[in-house]
């Protein structure tokens, strides 16, 4: 299955991508793991990427594209994967249409007080790509997945979260009508805890 989850940040992709990829044995191709990674490791491409991401502004389509496209080739996503993350904006959506064509894609939809409740306590761990919430983790300070050390994103701060909020609206929350309109889109409420978002998920792709 090809399935790209769509939501605002804070949303729960990461989260839900996370357990559908041992559930259905398949990748999850998150791209803002793809640009950490890069980051952590300096390379050129994180080099040019930081400000960016820092700033909570997307990366440009020709890059972000590019990537995704030599990603997607790769022999482990011949049976499907998860996206998440991408595509971001209509010029991803339609350079994704035009090189693979999707099964569907899963709207997360979360309301806005949810956001700002799961972005102010999130805890990422870089090793395992992992997310975490204050609120199940206690005083833990490493992950409970791999025992790495866990950190706050840099751009879960208060400014850059705002601004990731108004990308998204503007740029990214468009894709919705996008998916609708090729009869791929399928909705889920996103409030409530993991499990029972993600029931809803996999409810919602049986039908
Ligand atoms: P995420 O982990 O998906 O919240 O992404 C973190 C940051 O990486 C975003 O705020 C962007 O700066 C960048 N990024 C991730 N995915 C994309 C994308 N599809 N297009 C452009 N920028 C992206």
Known sequence: M??????APGSGKGTMAQKLTSELNIPQISTGDIFRKNLREGTPLG?????????????PDEITIEIVKNRLIEPD????????GFPRSIAQAEALDAFQSIDCAVNLDVDNETVVKRLSGRRFC????????????GNAKTCPQCGGKLIIRADDSEETVRER???????????????????????????????????????????
């Open 2 to 7: 090809r399935i790209i989850l769509l939501g």
């Open 77 to 84: 996503c011949a049976n499907g994967y998860i996206l998440d």
């Open 126 to 137: 870089p090793d395992c790509s992992g997310t975490f919430h204050v609120s199940s983790l």
């Open 165 to 207: 909020l108004r990308v998204y609206e503007k740029t990214t929350f468009p894709l919705i009508e996008h998916y609708e309109k090729l009869g791929k889109l399928i909705t889920v409420d996103g409030n409530g805890g993991i499990d029972v978002v993600y029931r809803r998920i996999l409810d919602a792709l049986k039908k």
């Open 47 to 59: 080099l040019r990427v930081k400000d960016i991401m820092a700033s909570g502004a997307l990366v």
